[in-house]
């Protein structure tokens, strides 16, 4: 597959370019990273870094810099419902390990594994600001708060039919501002 | 009932677009800012107010805003620091997914005061909906002339911008912040120089949190003379207060600083008391950051009296004794809480969160986490407490930003007042009740 945004995608990134004052264009990075691993199925692969790079003018490694230090950003493959649990304090204060096992169980991954199907990917993650209803984990760009493990069951079966990894874009509004 | 200035419209439905919150007299402070008050006399009531940055540091913002720089033709730059990760913190999500426009508003008048044209709200990646939130929020304010060009015909232009950060805790860090701002890791940077002289893209920058920027309104609207008068002495006005863990009823509450601890987690105004009846173990007072207290020393002072949510009655007997107000989260613990396993949960977070510019953190806390697990697991030993103990003391005040000190201050602290758990670890692993949580939390 050719690393390309498609034409809406391609109008976005130009908008986020435009914010920036001459020669700080650099600073539309992450925004783009975000745009592009929404695109191009959930990761950011070395032809996904390179084309961002050459929207920005910078050299595909220090793409690769920026986007190794950030956990958002997937360098491998993930599946279509990337399930991130929140592992912290509160949260853990609150039965956050027995959520991540109910899940391992149900699934039949371990933390930083994806189903044989490609459907599920679970990851746990530190505080995300939602410890006044924890326990808590993330999927797309959804909240899931006050879980419980029936909860999670609920959850995780709507998920199977669909792909989440669009979500950023979809949520986010640049389009029209 | 306490007074509310930030939340004070929090139950008003629709609140969250323009038209009810300019009903409930959103934007005035812009328009009295704009049309009255010149910047300096608008930075005067700021420093009058006693107003203390509220992202953790309780830095006097009156002061930081007089020291930006100002030389000739070169721009300045407001950033908002919404990254919001501090372990036990949620109020900036609360109020900009709640009351967005209060932001917007307070950027205005803020930028105005600071004679900036361009702003940005940088925001944890994470919140990604809340990015839709501000933007409808900022697209509604361009549309009533309060943000574009020639703002209410003064000729004063800004133009403000959410941008969106990626997950990496560091990012909170001012110098961090800006860095990534400008597409880079987010490194802090060495300082001097600060950011009111080198900030963003090395121009005067003023960096301050969400809550700051939001109770601005208020003081232009009713005088910083007035704002002082809420509190007690150099803690002025109200806090949010991110309340989490082991009590009735976790949330986000807007206190007047001053009144006790034990009032805030007891009353049903509040917390509501310890959950499913349980007794009070510990408290983690102001992010994962500050140090942790037994129960009997968060609710009362060393002199006997009763200890009170203020900057300075919080951190009331120093390191040994006393913690901090820090981000205002307030994370509580009951009984069957073990403090060692909790400390874990901080030591794993500093370690994934160091950005591994400094030896003493980039190390330190990779040590202090594999001891920690060592510990958990039955394996520790007597030696390994001390060793827990000497690393902590070498990152701290050995690092370029303060993630060190923060990382070492929990380990110092529960060690300090929990030795006894540590031992009971490493003496007698098997006799150590692993409590599951989450069957006593629905039991
Ligand atoms: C590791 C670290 C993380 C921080 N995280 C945040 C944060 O998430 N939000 C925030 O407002 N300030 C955070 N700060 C404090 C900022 O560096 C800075 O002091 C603050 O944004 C200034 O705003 P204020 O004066 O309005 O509080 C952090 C500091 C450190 C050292
Ligand atoms: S500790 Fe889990 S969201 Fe804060």
Redesign the interface.
């Known amino acids: 597959m050719e690393v390309k945004f498609n034409e809406e995608a391609l109008a976005v990134a130009h908008k986020i370019i435009a914010?920036y004052?001459e020669g700080?264009q650099?600073?539309?990075?992450?925004?783009l990273?975000?745009l592009a691993q929404a695109e191009f199925n959930g990761w950011l692969s070395p032809e996904t870094m390179a084309y961002v790079g050459s929207l920005?003018k910078i050299q595909a490694v220090e793409v690769y810099?920026?986007a190794s230090?950030?956990?958002?950003?997937n360098l491998k493959p993930v599946g279509k419902c990337l399930i991130e649990v929140c592992?912290?304090?509160?949260c853990?204060?609150?039965?956050?390990?027995?959520?991540i096992e109910h899940i391992e169980k149900k699934l039949g991954i371990k933390d930083g594994e994806t189903t044989q199907d490609g459907m599920f990917s679970l990851k746990t993650?530190?505080?995300?600001?939602?410890?006044?209803?924890?326990?808590m984990m993330?999927i797309g760009?959804?909240?899931h708060e006050n879980l419980?493990y029936e909860k999670v069951d609920t959850i995780l079966d709507s998920c199977k039919s669909e792909d989440k990894r669009k979500?950023?874009f979809d949520?986010?509004?640049?389009k029209?501002? | 009932m306490g007074k509310k200035i930030l939340l004070e419209h929090d139950h008003v439905p629709g609140i969250q677009g323009y038209e009810v919150y300019r009903n409930c007299g959103g934007y005035a402070s812009v328009e009295k800012a704009i049309k009255t008050m010149s910047a300096e006399a608008m930075v005067e009531e700021v420093k009058k107010s006693g107003l203390r940055g509220r992202g953790g540091a309780g830095f006097p913002t009156g002061m930081k805003w007089s020291f930006l720089a100002k030389p000739e033709g070169v721009?300045r730059y407001l950033v908002c620091n919404a990254d919001?990760?501090?372990?036990?913190?949620?109020k900036?999500?609360y109020l900009m997914s709640r009351i967005p426009h209060i932001l917007v508003e307070g950027m205005i008048t803020s930028s105005f005061a600071l004679g900036v044209n361009?702003a940005f709200i940088y925001i944890?990646?994470?919140?990604?909906?809340i990015?839709?939130i501000l933007?409808?929020a900022?697209?509604e304010a361009y549309a009533n002339g309060w943000l574009g060009k020639n703002i209410l015909g003064s000729g004063y232009d800004l133009d403000l911008?959410v941008?969106?950060?990626?997950?990496?805790?560091i990012c909170g860090e001012e110098t961090a912040l800006l860095e990534?701002?400008?597409?880079?890791?987010?490194n802090p940077r060495i300082k001097p120089p600060f950011p009111a002289i080198a900030g963003l893209?090395g121009c005067p920058t003023v960096v301050n949190n969400v809550e700051t920027i939001a109770s601005v309104p208020y003081i232009i609207n009713n005088g910083g003379d007035d704002y002082a008068k809420i509190g007690i002495g150099r803690s002025a006005g109200t806090k949010l207060i991110?309340?989490?863990?082991?009590i009735n009823k976790?949330?986000?509450y807007e206190i007047e600083m001053g009144i006790t601890v034990e009032d805030f987690i007891y009353s049903e105004e509040y917390c509501g008391g310890i959950k499913n009846g349980k007794k009070l173990k510990a408290v983690?007072a102001g992010g994962?950051s500050v140090p942790v207290l037994p129960a009997d020393k968060i609710i009362n002072l060393p002199s006997g009296e009763k200890r009170l949510m203020t900057y300075e009655s919080l951190s009331e007997g120093g390191f040994a004794g006393g913690t901090m107000l820090g981000s205002g989260?307030f994370?509580v613990?009951d009984e069957t809480?073990s403090i060692v396993?909790?400390l874990f949960?901080?030591a794993?977070?500093y370690h994934?969160?160091s950005?591994g510019q400094c030896s003493p953190c980039r190390e330190g806390t990779s040590w202090m986490e594999k001891i920690l697990h060592k510990i958990m697991d039955g394996h520790g030993t007597l030696a390994d407490i001390d060793l827990l103990w000497e690393i902590q003391s070498k990152i701290e005040g050995n690092t370029i930003c303060p993630l060190g000190d923060a990382a070492a201050w929990p380990v110092a602290s529960a060690i300090r007042h929990f030795r006894h758990e540590f031992e009971a670890y490493v003496t007698n692993p098997n006799a150590v009740n692993k409590v599951?949580?989450?069957?006593?939390?629905?039991a």
Request: charged share 20%; hydrophobic share 30%; with cysteine.
């Open positions: 914010r004052p700080k650099k600073s539309a990075l992450i925004p990273l975000h920005l810099e920026v230090f950030y956990s958002m950003f592992r912290t304090s509160s853990w204060l609150r039965g956050a390990n027995e959520i993650v530190e505080c995300l600001g939602s410890c006044g209803t924890a326990p993330m760009a959804q909240f419980t979500t950023y949520e986010v509004t640049v029209d501002y | 721009p919001e990760s501090e372990p036990g913190t949620f900036d999500r361009t944890r990646g994470e919140y990604f909906y990015v839709r933007e409808n900022i697209k911008y941008q969106v950060g990626a997950g990496a805790y990534s701002l400008e597409g880079k890791r987010g893209y991110s309340a989490s863990g082991h976790p949330g986000v983690v994962s989260g994370i613990m809480t396993e909790n949960t901080f794993r977070f994934h969160e950005c599951r949580h989450y069957e006593n939390m629905n």
